[in-house]
């Protein structure tokens, strides 16, 4: 990561640092905050609150600026992106760190001006914040208002003044400012889900995502991994998948029993549901045609005892390097991975079983991914759809028969979802649809859809 001159590292600096690289480069604040952590060294404590406040800046962004449109009278543009970004980070501690007193708040951000090189703009972020705070009372509700601040738990807080839409005249205005949500995405949604749906999801992506383990039943099962997080103090619990972990802290995954040893992997409960949605055989042949780092793909090699040809397939060599590694820790040999050209075949058929788990707008995932928000676009999801498609008719292409392919997304909208299988399915007649399932965020875990499309023995 690239550093400022005269940098004195903290959490608050570290998060800004990130927030700015986001935003000046399109990274994603995961990696970034790995890579820092590399070389920075940086107390747990200080690590979880940094990871809280940029990912905190990432998930709020629209409600932090609807909060700072009122106390900044010259137009955002005209204010230095280091600026803006240092008044998100200090609104945001204000607003919801309520454990943060708002005069520590306010003159740890207003430091970070010096900190950065700044000196001049202390004067200016002092009064912004100051503003802020101002506006800001102790009042809880649990109704959403223009003067209500979506906080958490379905709780709000209330405002001296409206900075939001107001939900009865406008609800489709008021989630995507109160709740941050792509301005273009908030209609959809309330069409498709409803309004208290809506609020449901809205809560869901502003906080952290909980944490999901797989158990490695080729190596150890669920009660007995659960008996040595507790003998060493780490808080979780059984997941609604067989083989799902949540964890309940914020353990070090490295540092979990097991993690050596293979035990197990980290993994969503979706992802869990897709690999079982297609529960390929021990003895089969086997093709994963998106494989990316093979969160997925590992788990059909579990599913097939370690007996048969799973080929795993990307178009990127750096995201198989994961997959190889990850497959060695958890002992795993049958996995053949493969880098395939873009414009390219996958390998020939015919396969008893195919996983295609596609490029997406990852809709599903704005909670665990907050920069997805802000890059995604309908013409984007619009954009994505013929290779969706392509890729699914490639792996029926090479379906044996009675084989299964199971069509996945980490996405929500349905032109990425069910239009694609319907038209595959219009140009496969001897295709039929075996199961599908669309699971919306937190219920539990991230979202998405599967179609499980099998081939009819003619």
């Known amino acids: 990561m690239a550093k400022p001159l005269r940098i004195q590292w903290n ?37 979880r609150l940094c990871t809280q406040l940029a990912f905190g800046v990432l998930r709020r962004r629209s409600a932090l600026d609807a909060l700072l449109r009122l106390a900044v009278t010259r137009p955002q543009h005209r204010v230095e992106p280091w600026l803006w970004e240092t008044l998100r980070l200090g609104v945001y501690q204000l607003a919801y760190l309520t454990h943060v007193p708002g005069y ?19 004067g200016f972020l002092n009064g912004v914040l100051r503003a802020v705070l101002g506006m800001l009372t102790d009042e809880m509700s649990d ?24 939900p009865t005249d406008d609800p489709d205005g008021y989630l995507a400012q109160a ?56 808080d979780a619990e059984a997941g609604d998948h067989p083989q799902a972990i949540r964890i309940l802290d914020s353990s070090p995954i490295r540092e979990l029993p097991g993690y050596a040893q293979g035990h197990f992997v980290v993994q969503d409960e979706w992802g869990m549901h897709v690999g079982s949605a297609l529960a390929p055989k021990p003895g089969s042949r086997v093709l994963d045609l998106c494989a990316g780092p093979g969160g997925k793909t590992t788990h059909l090699a579990e599913m097939m005892e370690n007996r048969g040809q799973l080929i795993a397939c ?122 599908e399932e669309e699971r919306l965020p937190g219920r539990p875990g991230d979202g998405g859809y599967w179609a499980r499309l099998r081939r009819v023995v003619e």
């Open 11 to 47: 959490a608050r600096s570290l998060a800004l640092q990130v927030l700015l690289q986001v935003r000046a480069r399109d990274l994603f604040a995961q990696n970034l905050l790995e890579d820092a952590w590399k070389e920075i060294p940086m107390e747990p404590l200080e690590r």
């Open 104 to 122: 520590a708040a306010i003159n740890e951000t207003v430091e970070l001006a010096a900190n950065y090189g700044q000196a001049r703009g202390k």
């Open 143 to 166: 109704e959403p208002a223009a003067n209500a601040l979506p906080v958490g738990e379905r709780r709000y807080r209330r405002l001296t003044k409206p900075a939001f839409p107001d």
């Open 179 to 234: 709740f941050s949500l792509p301005p273009w995405l908030a209609p959809r949604w309330r069409t498709r889900f409803g309004w208290q749906e809506c609020l449901r999801l809205g809560f869901w992506f502003a906080g952290p995502v909980p944490l999901a383990l797989r158990i490695n039943p080729l190596r150890t099962d669920r009660a007995e991994l659960l008996q040595r997080f507790l003998d060493k103090g780490v």
């Open 314 to 435: 990307d178009i990127s060599a750096d995201r198989l390097e994961p997959l190889v590694q990850t497959s060695q820790r958890l002992g795993q040999w049958l996995t053949s991975p493969m880098q395939i050209d873009p414009e390219g075949d996958p390998p020939a058929g015919p396969f008893d079983a195919i996983l295609v788990d596609v490029p997406c707008s990852q809709s599903g995932l704005l909670g665990r991914h907050p920069e997805v928000r802000w890059r995604l676009k309908l013409p984007e999801v619009q954009r994505l759809v013929p290779l969706q498609t392509k890729l699914l008719l490639q792996a029926c292409e090479r379906l044996a028969p009675g084989g299964a392919a199971v069509y996945a997304t980490c996405s929500l909208e349905p032109e990425e979802n069910q239009h694609v299988v319907e038209a595959v399915r219009q140009a496969f007649p001897q295709l039929r649809l075996d199961g």
